[in-house]
């Protein structure tokens, strides 16, 4: 009896001590990957390194931001440090416009009591009502103490800030190109935005100045605009209607104090047919810009009727980038075969039943630095397209095309059709299928 209870003592003795290697090791192997500290013993997440928890903070959306500065007392001054608060949008929607969330009341104003000295990267997202511009507004309004660089308006969809009174909108803009006097970037597309208050933006922030997009702006003059070209030398990127283009305008931009232009776009409306007459820009004044800025990408959209487009592309213009959005005549894009020889990109949504091959081939011929295509509700023999792309060749990066708009020929089918653009593209290349549902 005593013998077997001894064995047994024995056999448990050993159990136990095996059981307790065994943690042992498993506890090493853990140990070795997570660290000793992390299983044995709970992080102090108050004492982590200032830089680790900023570096956090500063990829966390802001709700989540806000929970994690309940945390503690030192994550939570680590909450309003002004490196987090550089750069912020507010959100502005009203729950019978809009689905999308806006940003707190209560965060609102403690943006604007404790860290409007600090926002430098300014954007306002409103939606289509006019309660929300109005509260921009307000909250620009408040900025007295800003000394921001980059501010964007931005509309989610009209009319927005349109419907907001001038002198309320002029007032509010004020206040930030007063006080920031160091202002690169603005974008104040579809807005009141008049020549007055681009007065106040350029004796405040003229040496500053690099881009301003300001497209369907009703109240802005030539000479408006024209003052702004006259005094920031430093513009680089500019967006505005067709209307308040001028010869000067070019010239302005093209002097020897000015900087070379990067990017012009060029927005060209009409909402009523017949109702707008549209000026004519002089070859020597598009000459002027590129001999100025040889770089320079001149984009235009156009949103016109067909009756509409005869004051354009009549002799050679530096165009780039062509958006048509509605219908465009066969003359119109036979005009730019002929006179756009920087032509880099061309985006036809519609044209009409009559194929283009003639004038397909033409741009291909005349503009050597085509490297992109887009065609809508048009129509195109196989034969005339795989012509346009053999011309063409590698260069054509982009190439998008609705199966529908390729007509069928007695050379080629469409099954063949892709097989011959891919070889002259030297990648494989299928037309764009219209979606079924």
Same mark, same amino acid.
């Given at each position: 009896?005593?013998?077997?209870?001894?064995?047994?003592?024995?056999?448990?003795?050993?159990?136990?001590?095996?059981?307790?290697?065994?943690?042992?090791?498993?506890?090493?192997?853990?140990?070795?990957?997570?660290?000793?500290?992390?299983?044995?013993?709970?992080?102090?997440?108050?004492?982590?390194?200032?830089?680790?928890?900023?570096?956090?903070?500063?990829?966390?959306?802001?709700?989540?931001?806000?929970?994690?500065?309940?945390?503690?007392?030192?994550?939570?001054?680590?909450?309003?440090?002004?490196?987090?608060?550089?750069?912020?949008?507010?959100?502005?929607?009203?729950?019978?416009?809009?689905?999308?969330?806006?940003?707190?009341?209560?965060?609102?104003?403690?943006?604007?009591?404790?860290?409007?000295?600090?926002?430098?990267?300014?954007?306002?997202?409103?939606?289509?009502?006019?309660?929300?511009?109005?509260?921009?507004?307000?909250?620009?309004?408040?900025?007295?103490?800003?000394?921001?660089?980059?501010?964007?308006?931005?509309?989610?969809?009209?009319?927005?800030?349109?419907?907001?009174?001038?002198?309320?909108?002029?007032?509010?803009?004020?206040?930030?190109?007063?006080?920031?006097?160091?202002?690169?970037?603005?974008?104040?597309?579809?807005?009141?935005?008049?020549?007055?208050?681009?007065?106040?933006?350029?004796?405040?922030?003229?040496?500053?100045?690099?881009?301003?997009?300001?497209?369907?702006?009703?109240? @802005? +003059?030539? /000479?408006?605009?024209?003052?702004?070209?006259?005094? *920031?030398?430093? &513009?680089? $990127? %500019?967006?505005?209607?067709?209307?308040?283009?001028?010869?000067?305008?070019?010239?302005?931009?093209?002097?020897?104090?000015?900087?070379?232009?990067?990017?012009?776009?060029?927005?060209?409306?009409?909402?009523?047919?017949?109702?707008?007459?549209?000026?004519?820009?002089?070859?020597?004044?598009?000459?002027?810009?590129?001999?100025?800025?040889?770089?320079?990408?001149?984009?235009?959209?156009?949103?016109?009727?067909?009756?509409?487009?005869?004051?354009?592309?009549?002799?050679?213009?530096?165009?780039?980038?062509?958006?048509?959005?509605?219908? @465009? +005549?066969? /003359?119109?894009?036979?005009?730019?075969?002929?006179? *756009?020889?920087? &032509?880099? $990109? %061309?985006?036809?949504?519609?044209?009409?039943?009559?194929?283009?091959?003639?004038?397909?081939?033409?741009?291909?011929?005349?503009?050597?630095?085509?490297?992109?295509?887009?065609?809508?509700?048009?129509?195109?023999?196989?034969?005339?397209?795989?012509?346009?792309?053999?011309?063409?060749?590698?260069?054509?990066?982009?190439?998008?095309?609705?199966?529908?708009?390729?007509?069928?020929?007695?050379?080629?089918?469409?099954?063949?059709?892709?097989?011959?653009?891919?070889?002259?593209?030297?990648?494989?290349?299928?037309?764009?299928?219209?979606?079924?549902?």
């Amino acid at each position: 009896m005593m013998k077997r209870a001894r064995q047994k003592v024995v056999v448990e003795n050993e159990a136990t001590q095996t059981s307790q290697k065994s943690k042992k090791q498993k506890t090493c192997s853990y140990g070795s990957v997570f660290g000793e500290s992390a299983l044995h013993a709970s992080i102090d997440w108050g004492s982590l390194p200032h830089h680790v928890i900023l570096r956090i903070f500063q990829f966390l959306p802001l709700v989540d931001r806000a929970r994690a500065s309940s945390v503690c007392r030192r994550w939570n001054e680590i909450f309003h440090i002004p490196d987090l608060w550089r750069r912020f949008e507010f959100e502005l929607n009203q729950p019978a416009t809009s689905y999308l969330k806006s940003t707190h009341p209560d965060l609102i104003q403690q943006i604007i009591k404790r860290h409007a000295d600090h926002l430098q990267y300014v954007s306002f997202k409103v939606d289509s009502s006019t309660e929300s511009a109005e509260a921009a507004c307000d909250i620009l309004s408040q900025l007295v103490n800003c000394s921001i660089k980059t501010l964007g308006l931005i509309s989610t969809a009209k009319p927005s800030f349109m419907n907001v009174s001038k002198a309320h909108f002029a007032s509010a803009l004020t206040v930030v190109f007063v006080n920031s006097k160091s202002l690169s970037s603005i974008k104040v597309d579809d807005t009141p935005l008049d020549d007055p208050s681009l007065k106040v933006l350029v004796a405040n922030n003229s040496d500053t100045l690099k881009l301003l997009k300001m497209s369907s702006c009703p109240h @802005v +003059s030539p /000479a408006g605009i024209l003052c702004v070209a006259d005094q *920031c030398h430093g &513009l680089k $990127e %500019l967006a505005l209607n067709y209307y308040i283009l001028s010869d000067e305008l070019l010239l302005a931009l093209s002097s020897e104090k000015h900087v070379d232009l990067e990017h012009l776009r060029i927005d060209v409306v009409s909402e009523n047919p017949g109702q707008v007459e549209f000026h004519t820009i002089k070859k020597q004044s598009w000459d002027a810009l590129v001999k100025h800025s040889p770089k320079v990408n001149i984009v235009m959209y156009f949103f016109l009727y067909e009756e509409e487009f005869d004051a354009f592309f009549r002799e050679e213009t530096p165009v780039t980038h062509l958006y048509f959005g509605r219908a @465009v +005549s066969k /003359a119109m894009l036979g005009r730019i075969g002929m006179n *756009c020889p920087r &032509l880099i $990109e %061309l985006v036809v949504c519609a044209n009409g039943l009559q194929p283009l091959d003639d004038e397909l081939i033409r741009i291909a011929e005349r503009c050597k630095n085509l490297t992109a295509m887009g065609l809508g509700e048009c129509e195109v023999t196989c034969r005339g397209f795989i012509e346009f792309v053999k011309m063409c060749g590698g260069r054509l990066t982009q190439l998008s095309i609705m199966e529908e708009v390729l007509i069928p020929d007695n050379d080629y089918s469409l099954d063949r059709l892709h097989l011959e653009v891919s070889k002259h593209l030297g990648r494989m290349w299928f037309p764009d299928m219209m979606p079924t549902w």
